[in-house]
């Protein structure tokens, strides 16, 4: 671990070989703070979502109407965390008017 502005900080989990521009399959993972459970519970076996994850379920499906050439593939909404596939169709290095992601 390193020091910034004084606190000790986990080093990039990214790889430094290859460009996040590239067209190609992403595995995401969004973490809530502290790994409190806000997006729910499960019980008997059933993922049981409290509104705040709702939302999060909704704006998952929402990305492929905000950001072009991005396909979404498998998702799962956790009681502390978010997974899911994004699936990225064109390189931006050749399309500059597409924004990096």
Known sequence: MTLYK???RSESARAQW???GWAA?????IC?????HYFGEVNDGKMNLTPVGAI???LW????????HVELDEFVVMPNHIHGILVLNIDSRLYPRYPRL
Do not use: L, Q
């Open 6 to 8: 004084n606190k000790y």
């Open 32 to 36: 809530t703070k502290d790994r409190r």
């Open 56 to 58: 999060a379920d909704v």
């Open 18 to 20: 290859w460009d996040y």
């Open 61 to 68: 499906y929402e990305i492929k109407n905000h950001a072009n």
């Open 25 to 29: 399959a992403y595995f995401v993972t």
